[in-house]
């Protein structure tokens, strides 16, 4: 079973950084485009940002632009996503994912107190 495992969540204040890692297993996903997605209380799951196979690609929703980077580590089969200016509305569980393979990882929370 192909697994995603999140991890760097946690619980900062309104303008720190952090920094979320996704190691994937049993298999490299250096041939596809990946992805973050996050899901607030209440809300339905949104697209947070993505890279392509090569990295060369990004793409961002609007409100985190400028602040947020993705990346990915190919040698390593590792994405990641550093999150800086981090604001309450950026509250919410991150999901890192394959799209075109329907591969989720697990979550890993994000809590921004004002």
């Known amino acids: 079973q192909v697994q995603l495992v999140e991890s760097g969540g946690g619980l900062v204040q309104a303008g720190d950084s952090l920094r979320l890692s996704c190691a994937a297993s049993r298999r490299t996903f250096s041939d596809r485009a990946m992805g973050w997605f996050r899901q607030a209380p209440g809300k339905e799951r949104e697209f947070v940002a993505a890279?392509?196979?090569?990295?060369?690609?990004?793409y961002y929703i609007d409100s985190v632009k400028g602040r947020f980077t993705i990346s990915r580590d190919s040698a390593k089969n590792t994405m990641y996503l550093q999150m800086n200016s981090l604001k309450p509305e950026d509250t919410a569980v991150y999901y890192c994912?394959?799209?075109?393979?329907?591969?989720w990882g697990q979550g890993t929370q994000v809590t921004v107190s004002s």
């Open positions: 994912s394959v799209p075109m393979l329907n591969v």
């Open positions: 890279i392509n196979w090569s990295g060369r690609n990004t």
